[in-house]
């Protein structure tokens, strides 16, 4: 049973759906976690460049000319203005800092001289020199940068460089701010939480959605496939679900084609080649279930063997071929008067069988009465040759106690009581 189910259709398309599925969320998850840091960059980066330009602003109220912090001729740095300023400058610095949340640095050339950066010790980190990338990317070219990727004293930090030029236009310094880069990530990585838990949610949806097709689709080809089990095991009476042929698709078309199968197997099977007649086999079958049905609720039946008369003298008078034509005559007029009474078939050669369902005896002997007179007004031309037709006709109805072989024996003596006795009629008392 394992083995069966590991091998059937459901779970091969669930893995299937749910494999693409996954790895179609993985990529959505990473190329959104890509995505989204891209946009969280763009985002700090627009941000701290606004900030810079604002600190930059603020600044300049105290020295447009950013001449407060110059250099000797032996390198070393030192203060062009008074202690108190020095201390404005920190003090707006450092509420800059704490309004914006950002940290801020200010650089004459590659050596930090103002910062609201501190150590371990809450010291203002100054006298450090930037790293030599920005040196290039900044002093060098006289342009801003912008890092996602810094690391000042052992955080990742988001920061963004302008440079500071005199009235000349040379460069004489940097401005930086930063911001810390953990909480940034921490959002970004919340976001993509959120997004792996949507996605495994999602997965499972369209999981279940997926295998809720499937079984649709499984259920309707396991109808298909018991049909098709029950017609090739002979059962040619089944019927395909009428909802299933009503579908306007691949499996509705294959309904259609099963039940077209089926016909033509019971065409093949059950009627006779020559006369299209259901033939002996379809006959014993349903007089089977007529018996089934008289034992279990006393529905009477009406057997009657007919012969046409004298049908070798036909064929050795006119041929084989003329012969078959008399024979497919014949039988269309026994499948016309037959119509809403029971069914005719071909018993064999020249012998036919009519079967009456429903009505009384006296009823069915009449209506045979009918049936002979169409015969004997039959007239068959092949070519130059008409023949007329006559048959004679022996006919029993079921009784308590009996079975179809017995009224089939009954039937057939009757009939040849009357072929012995004049023929072109019908016998229809016990002899």
């Not at 930059?56 to 110059?70: A, S």
Request: charged residues 25%; contains cysteine; proline residues 1%.
């Amino acid at each position: 049973m394992k083995k069966k189910l590991q091998s059937g259709l459901r779970p091969k398309v669930l893995s299937i759906t749910i494999s693409l599925l996954a790895i179609m969320t993985i990529c959505i998850v990473t190329i959104g976690y890509r995505g989204m840091h891209r946009f969280m960059d763009e985002i700090v980066k627009d941000e701290l460049e606004k900030e810079c330009n604002l600190v930059q602003g603020l600044l300049r109220d105290y020295d447009e000319k950013m001449n407060f912090v110059q250099m000797d001729s032996e390198g070393t740095i030192f203060y062009n203005t008074d202690r108190e300023t020095l201390e404005e400058i920190q003090n707006t610095m450092d509420e800059m800092r704490r309004y914006l949340d950002v940290e801020i640095s200010f650089f004459y050339q590659d050596v930090r001289v103002l910062t609201t950066l501190e150590d371990a010790k809450g010291e203002k980190i100054v006298g450090t020199s930037a790293s030599s990338v920005i040196v290039r990317d900044v002093l060098q070219t006289g342009n801003s940068k912008f890092y996602n990727d810094a690391e000042a004293f052992g955080n990742r930090k988001y920061v963004y460089y302008t440079p500071l030029k005199d009235d000349t236009g040379a460069v004489i310094g940097m401005l930086g701010v930063s911001k810390n880069a953990d909480a940034v990530r921490k959002s970004v990585s919340n976001i993509v939480i959120t997004m792996v838990l949507v996605s495994v949610i999602f997965i499972f949806i369209l999981g279940a959605f997926s295998l809720y097709l499937t079984n649709i689709l499984i259920g309707r080809i396991n109808i298909i496939k018991r049909f098709m089990k029950n017609v090739s095991e002979g059962k040619l009476s089944e019927t395909m679900n009428a909802q299933l042929l009503k579908q306007e698709d691949e499996l509705g078309e294959l309904a259609v084609i099963g039940v077209t199968m089926q016909k033509s197997l019971r065409n093949l099977i059950e009627r006779d080649a020559l006369t299209t007649l259901n033939n002996r086999r379809y006959a014993v079958g349903r007089l089977n279930q007529d018996l089934e049905k008289y034992n279990r609720s006393g529905i009477p039946y009406s057997l009657c063997i007919c012969d046409i008369d004298f049908f070798k003298k036909v064929n050795d008078t006119y041929g084989h071929d003329v012969g078959d034509e008399v024979l497919k005559s014949v039988s269309h007029v026994l499948r016309e008067t037959m119509l809403g009474k029971g069914f005719a078939a071909r018993w064999g050669g020249e012998e036919f069988l009519l079967v009456f369902e429903m009505g009384k005896y006296e009823d069915h002997v009449e209506h045979l009465k009918h049936i002979l007179e169409q015969i004997r007004a039959l007239e068959v031309t092949v070519g130059d040759q008409t023949v007329k037709v006559t048959m004679t006709m022996g006919i029993c109805d079921m009784q308590e106690g009996m079975g179809n072989d017995e009224v089939l024996s009954e039937a057939d003596k009757r009939l040849y009581f009357g072929k012995t006795h004049g023929r072109n009629q019908i016998i229809a008392q016990e002899i």
